[in-house]
């Protein structure tokens, strides 16, 4: 993997990104569930083949919208490995760096025909495997901010978050509710991001309990097409924005991940919780029309001219 690639100081935020790097392979199916058939040939375009992660989505969104962006994400010496250095972009304001890992991780995800999708994760390598907490401090030291996607991979990080001296940002997915391997994550983020799909309280009740819970300055929950909600701490409101529509829906895949770092960048620009987040839902709603992950994501000058467009 290309480790050559140095960010521009003189462009954009600094935001460091840990995570994994997965090959990501998506098949288009009807619908759920799948019916049976011993081989089935499908219209060009019906499978996708590309990267993605949530560190590598957020990462590379953050980077097409202007960021300077240093990306720490697993890195195997193998074919599917060398197939992820291929997919790199290359930027002045993107430096990928390589954590070394036995296999690299590979992603499948059944595409519905109304975008709804299940996503199948191998990680091909024990499941102990982490980022290096020293070595995640050396490259997050001068950043703006750290984002920290939940998995294995990051537990260590989020246990030691506050050694970085900088704003964490954690995206917990799909929380069921207080406890389970979010917990560290939620812990150590002052900028909380989850999606409603497994809660089994109302949205309102929920965020009333995070922000109880847990020490985090803002936390949005998305509600898929119902758009997203948001507390903020010393805001007695709530803050409901409801979804963006750009364009047909092609994919929900990386949708979450697409709001996340749509937030973050106008967070880290100044913009105040609520304009940030009606700008994030643009950016996730752009990112629908298209297949993979890590597609479709909106320049700056392209975002700006949707959220200005009445």
């Avoid at 098949?27 to 499908?42: A, H, K, N, Q, S």
């Avoid at 595409?111 to 994760?121: D, P, T």
């Avoid at 490259?139 to 964490?168: E, K, M, Q, S, W």
């Avoid at 758009?227 to 529509?245: E, F, I, K, N």
């Amino acid at each position: 993997m290309d480790t050559c690639r140095t960010a521009d100081s003189e462009t954009g935020h600094r935001i460091a990104v840990f995570g994994h790097a997965n090959m990501e392979v998506v098949i288009t199916v009807g619908g759920f569930p799948v019916t049976y058939e011993p081989d089935r040939t499908l219209p060009p375009g019906a499978i996708h083949v590309g990267v993605s992660g949530t560190a590598w989505n957020v990462g590379t969104a953050l980077w097409r919208l202007g960021n300077r962006v240093d990306l720490c994400v697993s890195h195997a010496d193998d074919p599917v490995g060398a197939f992820v250095t291929a997919s790199q972009p290359a930027s002045p304001r993107l430096r990928i760096i390589p954590a070394p890992i036995g296999s690299q991780p590979v992603t499948a995800v059944l595409l519905g025909s109304s975008g709804e999708r299940l996503i199948l994760n191998d990680y091909r390598t024990a499941d102990d495997w982490h980022h290096d907490p020293g070595h995640a401090a050396s490259i997050a030291r001068g950043a703006d901010l750290v984002v920290l996607p939940l998995g294995r991979a990051n537990t260590r990080l989020a246990a030691r978050a506050a050694d970085f001296g900088v704003p964490v940002a954690c995206d917990v997915h799909a929380i069921p509710g207080p406890y389970g391997d979010h917990e560290v994550f939620c812990q150590a983020a002052d900028l909380l991001f989850m999606s409603d799909e497994r809660l089994q309280v109302p949205a309102a009740d929920w965020l009333e309990q995070v922000m109880d819970r847990w020490p985090c300055t803002i936390a949005i929950l998305s509600q898929g097409a119902q758009g997203a909600m948001m507390a903020v701490r010393g805001d007695s409101s709530l803050h409901h924005v409801p979804a963006a529509h750009t364009g047909p829906v092609t994919s929900t895949l990386g949708a979450g991940d697409a709001l996340c770092a749509g937030f973050l960048d106008g967070h880290t620009r100044g913009l105040p919780p609520r304009n940030a987040l009606q700008r994030a839902t643009i950016f996730a709603a752009a990112k629908l029309s298209h297949i993979g992950g890590a597609q479709g994501h909106l320049t700056a000058t392209e975002l700006d001219y949707l959220d200005a467009d009445p």
